[in-house]
Nanobody
């Protein structure tokens, strides 16, 4: 059973930065390498949207709304994926979720963490 535990998040002023982390517990390294990883977010009254993704070979993709501001990365030895968020805007306020994806039918979610951008 894949268990993902998120950390980071909180309240930040517009223009500020936050770093989210997502750790895979009880996962062996060779298994970690097989997963693509994603960060999604869901704002009140909105559907969950994909923000950033990273493939096993470390290719990355970003939603247009966060390009140039957010960076997804992973640390294979620590079995963690990160989302560095810079120049945050009020519209980035949402609950952020990490996800590990393998194949067409396997997807595991983190517990979610609140990010609030407000002055």
């Amino acid at each position: 059973q894949v268990q993902l535990v998120q950390s980071g998040g909180g309240l930040v002023q517009p223009g500020g930065s936050l770093r989210l982390a997502c750790a895979a517990l009880r996962m062996i390294l060779s298994e970690f390498w097989q997963y693509a990883m994603e960060w999604h977010r869901q704002a009140p009254g909105h559907q969950r949207e994909l923000v950033a993704s990273i493939t096993p070979d470390t290719s990355t993709n970003y939603a247009d709304s966060v390009k140039g501001r957010f960076t997804i990365s992973k640390d294979n030895t620590k079995k963690k994926v990160f989302l560095q968020m810079n120049n945050l805007k009020p519209e980035d306020t949402a609950v952020y979720y990490c996800a590990f994806v393998r194949g067409a039918n396997e997807k595991h979610w983190g517990q979610g963490t609140q990010v609030t951008v407000s002055s």
